[in-house]
Nanobody, 126 residues
Framework: QVQLVESGGGLVQAGGSLRLSCAASGRTFSSYRMGWFRQAPGKEREFVAA????????YYADSVEGRFTISRDNAKNTAYLQMNSLKPEDTAVYYC???????????????????WGQGTQVTVSS
């Protein structure tokens, strides 16, 4: 079992930056593949980024590639999502998630993640 708590969301103007954090407690953090998902009003939850257990491999949705960076610090039991050049269409609730079973092929699927945080709101104004 692992508990996840996101922080760092807020209101920012287009072109600005935010850094989301996901603090984990419980089982060994390094045993989880970590992902970030987001859900905008009236839309389905979508994959944003994922990172392997060691942090050596990262993966991004096309819509955020080059603007967002996922990272993790296993010593601090924390995952991060650095978001730069934000756009109004990035407005959503952002969730971090942890998976013991997802692979590089299945990590894009929210159903592969067993544990979820409560979400943090990101609002980008134009």
């Amino acid at each position: 079992q692992v508990q996840l708590v996101e922080s760092g969301g807020g209101l920012v103007q287009a072109g600005g930056s935010l850094r989301l954090s996901c603090a984990a407690s419980g089982r060994t953090f390094s045993s989880y593949r970590m992902g970030w998902f987001r859900q905008a009003p009236g839309k389905e939850r979508e994959f944003v980024a994922a990172i392997s257990r060691s942090g050596g491999s990262t993966y991004y949705a096309d819509s955020v590639e080059g603007r967002f960076t996922i990272s993790r610090d296993n010593a601090k039991n924390t995952a991060y999502l650095q978001m730069n050049s934000l756009k109004p269409e990035d407005t959503a609730v952002y969730y971090c998630a942890a998976s013991t079973s997802a692979t590089a092929t299945t990590q894009y699927l929210s159903a592969r993640y067993e544990y979820w945080g409560q979400g943090t709101q990101v609002t980008v104004s134009s």
